[in-house]
């Protein structure tokens, strides 16, 4: 072996090292690289920002000089040589004029930088401290002061910091991602919204409202308070009792005006069985009350603002709530009597409306949009007819409008379209309000690791996210760097629709969707820095073969985001498939709902029950797909190592979210690192749902 293999071999566990915050051990490996190869900018510029994180400004100055030296265009070195010396400045002035004397704002804002850099290497209270002289010197600096809410939050002061980002997120001038980054602290830290202060509470359903964060990681938090309140528990009690309990339950109005509730229904699907009860006797209390007003004579009823939002969230689900015999006889009577009110140009009462919404589709009921034109609706009502029939109406024209750009011939693609174009999946929902970034910050933040992406790369960047569904990964990725062209690829029309819908309303012009299918691509020219297919090469009869077609579409230096279903958090799928074979269940929508009732019978214990956690059970697109699939491969983390080798490419690592960080470190000694295999296995084998069944993994080109 040459220097400069034993160099590059030095290089690679440094940089491992360097990514576990292990600056010691990273920085001693990268002297020995740079003894062997002196010359090497990587080595050096790499070993600068080890020292630099050490605070040893000064050396890292010189280090950052001889980078310089060898390359005079390097912008990475320049900065932080710039860095050091204001620094290095910035300590001798303060030396001279004593530590005592006044801080002026450029002292105040190295002082900031110094600060981040300190949070950066886990010297919290440190850093705690310098954030704070900061915020006194810069009183207006809104980034220093999330920035110090949030090491507060780290250090376990947990009021204080809470209180730090209600008073900055009620300023209109709060940074662009404060509340993304309040959402990423509370998940990694685990901060239970139980016994903490009320603003929690608000900052949380602002947060599900406004999507500072994927809504389906802050609704269990939310779910949470909601199960907490009285007049909830009080509900539940009464429909854990029956209709009859439920229909002389205590008063609702409550619960109709719990902005917890209404944020939930509103945002999100509601992934909670005790919620789902409450629900649907709800429901079938306001059908009820609209056919018939005088059998609930005397019942206190929602009002219209909580009969839009539960409609809204039965449009979400997918109308997967439990229906009677009763309520389908109830449900054929009032669509006549609507069918004859929009014919006769008759007044159409909104009580009407909201709850033949909460049970179907308003566009098949009125496919000319009579409804849209019949009233001068109010503003949420309007909103909801909007969902329901202006939506379905433009959704013909999307789909006009997406390409084919390639055949679809093989027999399992066709059953997996024909699955999805049946249930376009995932249910819509707003994507999360992101902090745009560069190609380099994106990487870093999902793999959780620097120096991946070389960001000397001039060329524009290009990403193609493969079986994008209802477009929910493209359009986050193209909003998040928009510096990138990301084209979105399903084989389901009716989803691209829908992605391209929800895409036209934020006006990326970054990003693009067709129809294809991955076994057709083998020989396209254009190649990918990114290639994204997350929840797509377990439906293929053979993923390898659809992974080493992606692997043909990578750059050079191209990445590959890759999730695939998890064989332990499968367990309770695969029981309550067992279930729905043994009685005969079918993927229709009546049969649906009747085995999603009988697995919500079943015991806390039994095996199937299990699947009643899953996010997918809520919804009937997902529900549909997560037990009566097409095909289907599941993969534990040992079996994913030997598919990525398999097609020549190399491991980079786990991607986890905030919430499993959370509990890696609590589960593990702060010495044991992210990217440690057996380590998450471990971990998968104490809690079974860690990976939520999908584990995400990060590779790229082999050698």
């Not at 050079?556 to 985001?561: A, E, Q, S, V």
Request: net charge negative.
């Amino acid at each position: 072996m040459d220097d400069m293999e034993r160099a590059r071999g030095l290089f690679e566990r440094a940089l491992e090292h360097h990514n576990a915050g292990n600056l010691e051990t990273a920085e001693a490996l990268y002297r020995e690289a740079a003894v062997l190869a002196p010359t090497r900018v990587s080595v050096l510029q790499n070993l600068a920002a080890t020292v630099l994180s050490q605070l040893r400004f000064a050396e890292a100055q010189s280090l950052f000089e001889r980078v310089l030296a060898l390359d005079p265009t390097n912008d990475n070195a320049r900065e932080g040589q710039a860095y050091c010396l204001r620094m290095l400045a910035v300590e001798q002035a303060r030396d001279a004029a004593g530590r005592d004397a006044p801080m002026r704002p450029e002292e105040a804002g190295l002082l900031r930088e110094h600060a981040l850099l300190l949070e950066t290497q886990g010297r919290l209270q440190d850093a705690l401290q310098s954030y704070r002289a900061a915020c006194i010197a810069l009183p207006d600096d809104l980034a220093t002061a999330t920035r110090y809410a949030g090491v507060l939050l780290k250090l376990g002061h947990t009021a204080d910091g809470i209180e730090g980002f209600r008073r900055l997120l009620a300023d209109p001038e709060a940074p662009a991602g404060a509340g993304e980054y309040f959402v990423q602290l509370v998940l990694e830290l685990r901060i239970a919204p139980e016994g903490q202060p009320p603003a929690l509470e608000d900052l949380l359903v602002r947060a599900l409202r406004e999507c500072w964060g994927a809504p389906e990681v802050i609704a269990p938090l939310l779910l949470r308070v909601l199960r907490d309140r009285p007049h909830f528990a009080a509900c539940l009690r009464a429909a854990n009792a029956g209709p009859d309990a439920f229909a002389a339950a205590p008063d609702i109005d409550p619960l109709q005006r719990d902005p917890v509730l209404h944020a939930l229904l509103v945002s999100t699907v509601v992934p909670d069985p005790d919620v789902e009860r409450v629900l649907t006797l709800l429901r079938h209390r306001l059908l009820v009350a609209t056919s018939a007003p005088s059998s609930v004579a005397g019942l206190r009823l929602p009002d219209l603002a909580f009969r839009i939002a539960l409609a809204r969230q039965c449009h979400l689900n997918g109308f997967v709530y439990a229906r009677s015999a009763g309520e389908s006889t109830l449900l054929g009577t009032l669509s006549a009597r609507l069918h004859e009110a929009l014919a006769s140009g008759a007044v159409v009462p909104p009580e009407w409306v909201c709850a033949l919404a909460a049970y179907g589709e308003l566009g098949e009921l009125d496919p000319a949009g009579l409804l849209l034109r019949a009233h001068a609706w109010p503003a949420e009502l309007r909103a909801l007819l909007d969902l329901h029939i202006r939506n379905r109406q433009q959704l013909g024209s999307q789909l006009a409008r997406i390409p084919r750009l390639t055949a679809i011939r093989d027999a399992t693609s066709q059953a997996v379209r024909t699955e999805f174009e049946a249930g376009p999946h995932p249910p819509e929902a707003a994507a999360p309000r992101r902090t745009p970034r560069s190609f380099a910050a994106y990487v870093a933040g999902r793999l959780g690791m620097v120096g991946t992406v070389d960001e000397s790369v001039a060329r524009r960047r290009k990403a193609l996210v493969a079986g994008c569904g209802t477009g929910r990964h493209p359009i986050e990725l193209a909003s998040l760097v928009p510096d990138m062209d990301v084209l979105g690829i399903d084989l389901s029309l009716p989803s691209l629709g829908r992605a391209a819908r929800a895409a036209s309303a934020l006006a990326l012009p970054n990003l693009n969707f067709a129809q294809a299918d991955i076994l057709e691509m083998g020989g396209w020219k254009v190649r990918y820095d990114l290639i994204e297919a997350c929840g797509v090469l377990h439906y293929l009869d053979d993923p390898l073969r659809g992974l080493r077609i992606l692997r043909g579409l990578l750059e050079p230096d191209g990445l590959l985001r890759l999730a695939l279903f998890s064989r332990e958090g499968r367990r309770p799928v695969l029981a309550a498939r067992a279930i729905a074979a043994e009685g005969g269940f079918t993927a229709a929508p009546d049969s649906l709902r009747a085995l999603r009732q009988r697995l919500l019978a079943l015991p806390q214990d039994a095996p199937a029950r299990g699947v009643v956690a899953l996010a997918d059970f809520h919804s009937t697109s997902a529900c549909r797909h997560l037990l009566f699939p097409a095909r289907e491969h599941a993969f534990d983390l040992a079996s994913i190592a030997e598919l990525v080798a398999a097609a020549d490419m190399d491991l980079l690592g786990i991607e986890a979210s905030a919430a499993q960080r959370g509990a890696f470190r609590a589960h593990f000694a702060p010495h044991v690192s992210l990217r440690d295999l057996d380590a998450w296995e471990e971990l998968e084998q104490a809690m079974p749902d860690i990976f939520d069944g999908m584990i995400h993994v990060w590779a790229r080109l082999g050698g």
